[in-house]
Nanobody, 126 residues
Framework: QAQLVESGGGLVQPGDSLRLSCTTN????????????MGWFRQTLGREREFVAG???????YVGDSGKDRFTISRDVGKNTLYLQMNNLKPADTAVYYC????????????????WGQGTQVTVTS
């Protein structure tokens, strides 16, 4: 059972915005999200999971090339929730988006992450 839960996906048109949320539905090792490096990844059928954005436990954020100047990662520690604000969405952004938590390793690498959500579908089409 996934300990992280994503929400906020949906069907939108090109140029629209979405905000994805990620919170916990159980124990992720006994800590809140600000204990971990957190990441957003996305995956389409037949392709490897791709890094979208990440935030270190100290609050430093990174955005992958696919989301540069369009996506923003943030967190609300009080709500124990991670966000991904996506603006000016394109059909190429269509994918299942996953939230993940890591204690170490390269923030953009899937192998660094121990906890994963089940994903939320984002579809961008006219």
């Amino acid at each position: 059972q996934a300990q992280l839960v994503e929400s906020g996906g949906g069907l939108v048109q090109p140029g629209d915005s979405l905000r994805l949320s990620c919170t916990t539905n159980g124990d992720i090792g006994g800590y809140n999200i600000d204990y971990y490096n957190m990441g957003w990844f996305r995956q389409t059928l037949g392709r490897e999971r791709e890094f979208v954005a990440g935030m270190t436990w100290g609050g430093r954020d990174y955005v992958g090339d696919s989301g540069k100047d369009r996506f923003t990662i943030s967190r609300d520690v009080g709500k124990n929730t991670l966000y991904l604000q996506m603006n000016n969405l394109k059909p190429a952004d269509t994918a299942v988006y996953y939230c993940a938590a890591s204690t170490s390793g390269v923030i953009s690498s899937t192998t660094s992450y121990k906890y994963w959500g089940q994903g939320t579908q984002v579809t961008v089409t006219s």
